[in-house]
C-alpha cells in the first residue's frame, strides 16, 4: 500500500473515531435524570397541591396514588368543611390533565368523602352476583368506612356524613344478610 | 284512611259468604305505585305479612298468659325447695314431696308449650316465608347492591336521616311485645320511607328465621324433656336440667333486661349546608 493510501486510511479511522464519540457526548447530553418525584414537604394544603401539581406535569403522574395520600395525610393536620372542596377541585384539576379518567377521579372522590360506598358499585341483581361474594363485598365496605372516617370526619369535620356512612354499612350488614337468607332458600 | 273490608267464609255450598267486617290500616307502602322521589317503591309489607304479624303477636300473648302463671307457680315452689334447705337432703321426705310438685308444675309448663307451640311455630313460618319470598323477589332479584345502597339512602345521601328503627338484638323484650311493635311499625308506617322499610323487613325475617329455628328445636326437645319427667316424678328430684329448661322459656318469653345493652354512636354534626363536589354520584 502507497503512504498516501494509508495516509487516507487513517485519516478516515480518525473521522469515525471524531463522529462516534461527537455522538456519544451528545447521547450523554440528551439522557435527563429521572424527576425525583418527591412527595411533599409543607404542612400547607395549597402549597402542598401546587408541589402535586407541578410534580404531576413534570412526569410523576404514575406516583399520582402517592401523592393523594399525602395530601389526605396533610389536610388531617388542618381538618376543615372546605378541604373536601379543595380535593375536589384538585381532582377535577386531574381530570382536565388527562391524569385521571372521570370514573377513577369520582372513586378518588367518593371513597373518602361521601357517604356512598363505592364498593358496592354493581349492575348486576342481588341474589347471583352479590349473596355469592358477600364477604369479600363487606370486608371491602369495611376497609371503606375506614377511608370515610379519614375523609368525612378527620378531614373534613363532617361527623354527621360518617355517622351516616357508618349507618349505612350496618343497614347494608343487615339487609344483605337478610336477602340472602331468603335468595338460598328457594 | 281506615276502611272496614268484610271478611269471607266458604259456607258449605262452596259459595264466599260474608261472615264480620274487619278494620284496614291503611298500609302506605302497598297503596304508593311510586315514592315521591321517583323511585320505584319497594313492596315488601303486602297485607298478608301484616295480618301474620298481628297474629303472631297474639298467639304469642296467649302463651306468655297461659304461662306466666306457671312459671310463677315454679319460682315460688323453687324458693320454697331452697329455703327448706332441700340441697342435698333429697332422701327428706318433705323435700321429696316438694321435688315432686316442682315436677308436676314443670310437666305442666311442657304440657301447655306442648299445646300453643303448633299454633305459634304456624304464625311465625306464615310471616318468614311471606317475608322470605318479598325480600328475594324486591331486594334480592330486581335489585343491585348499588341500587339497595341508594333505596337504604332514600333521596338524602348529606348525612342527615330521619330516625330509623334499631331493631336487631332486643332479647330483653317480651316475645308478644316484639311482634306487637313489629306490627304497628309495618301498619303504621305512613312516614316509613322505603329505607326504614327495608331494614325493618329484613331485621323481622332473620328474627322470624331464628324464632321458627328455636320453636322447632324446643319442640324436638318437649317430648323428651316430659319423658324424662315423668320418670323424675317416679323418684321425686330436682334435675339441673329441669332449672335449665325453665330459666331458657323464661328468658325467651319474658326477656332478660341485662341483656339490652345499647352502646350510644357518635354525636351527629352540625347539619349545615353540606358542599356538594361536581364528582359525587
Known amino acids: 500500500m502507497n503512504p498516501i493510501a494509508k495516509i487516507r486510511r487513517y485519516a478516515r479511522y480518525a473521522r469515525y473515531a471524531i463522529v462516534v464519540s461527537i455522538a456519544s457526548i451528545a447521547l450523554s447530553g440528551c439522557a435527563t435524570s429521572p424527576p425525583p418525584c418527591d412527595g411533599p414537604q409543607t404542612k400547607n394544603l395549597y402549597t402542598a397541591i401546587d408541589h402535586v401539581k407541578a410534580s404531576l406535569d413534570s412526569g410523576c403522574a404514575a406516583h399520582f396514588a402517592a401523592y393523594y395520600d399525602d395530601l389526605l395525610t396533610i389536610a388531617e393536620g388542618d381538618p376543615k368543611p372546605e378541604n373536601k372542596r379543595i380535593f375536589s377541585e384538585f381532582l377535577v384539576w386531574s381530570t382536565d390533565e388527562g391524569l385521571l379518567s372521570t370514573r377513577q377521579a369520582k372513586e378518588y372522590y367518593n371513597r373518602y368523602f361521601n357517604v356512598k360506598f363505592v364498593s358496592l358499585a354493581s349492575d348486576y341483581n342481588n341474589c347471583s352476583h352479590t349473596c355469592p361474594r358477600r364477604d369479600r363485598v363487606m370486608l371491602d365496605m369495611q376497609r371503606e368506612l375506614g377511608d370515610k372516617e379519614r375523609g368525612l370526619l378527620k378531614i373534613s369535620l363532617d361527623n354527621a356524613g360518617y355517622y351516616r356512612a357508618d349507618e349505612l354499612y350496618q343497614e347494608i350488614e343487615l339487609v344483605l344478610e337478610a336477602t340472602c337468607t331468603a335468595c338460598s332458600a328457594r | ?281
Open chain 2, 1 to 281: 284512611m281506615n276502611v272496614l273490608s268484610p271478611v269471607l267464609r266458604l259456607d258449605s255450598a262452596g259459595a264466599w259468604r260474608p261472615v264480620g267486617l274487619i278494620l284496614t290500616l291503611p298500609l302506605p307502602a302497598l297503596v304508593q305505585a311510586q315514592s315521591s322521589d321517583g323511585a320505584p317503591t319497594i313492596r315488601l309489607f303486602p297485607t298478608t305479612v301484616v295480618e301474620d304479624l298481628r297474629q303472631t303477636s297474639s298467639v304469642a300473648r296467649e302463651m306468655e298468659t297461659g304461662l306466666q302463671e306457671v312459671i310463677g307457680r315454679l319460682d315460688q315452689q323453687q324458693q320454697l325447695y331452697n329455703e327448706s334447705k332441700c340441697d342435698g337432703a333429697e332422701s327428706d321426705p318433705g323435700c321429696q314431696r316438694l321435688a315432686k310438685q316442682i315436677g308436676a308444675t314443670y310437666l305442666e309448663m311442657l304440657g301447655i308449650m306442648e299445646e300453643r307451640l303448633p299454633d305459634m311455630e304456624h304464625t311465625v313460618n306464615n310471616t318468614r316465608l311471606s317475608l322470605e319470598k318479598r325480600l328475594r323477589s324486591e331486594l334480592g332479584n330486581k335489585m343491585s347492591s348499588w341500587t339497595l345502597q341508594e333505596s337504604l339512602l332514600g333521596s338524602n345521601s348529606s348525612g342527615t336521616k330521619p330516625p330509623a328503627p334499631t331493631m336487631r338484638g332486643r332479647s330483653g323484650m317480651r316475645l308478644s311485645e316484639r311482634f306487637r311493635q313489629y306490627y304497628q311499625l309495618v301498619a303504621s308506617s305512613a312516614s316509613n320511607s322505603d329505607q326504614s322499610l327495608a331494614v325493618l323487613a329484613s331485621d323481622i325475617y332473620l328474627d322470624m328465621d331464628e324464632t321458627s329455628e328455636l320453636i322447632a328445636r324446643t319442640r324436638e326437645e318437649i317430648a323428651r324433656a316430659t319423658l324424662i319427667e315423668q320418670l323424675n316424678q317416679s323418684f321425686g328430684t330436682i334435675t339441673p336440667e329441669m332449672m335449665e329448661i325453665v330459666g331458657g322459656v323464661k328468658s325467651i318469653l319474658f326477656g332478660d333486661e341485662a341483656d339490652y345493652v345499647q352502646v350510644a354512636g357518635p354525636p351527629p354534626g352540625s347539619f349545615e349546608e353540606e358542599y356538594r363536589s361536581p364528582l359525587e354520584n
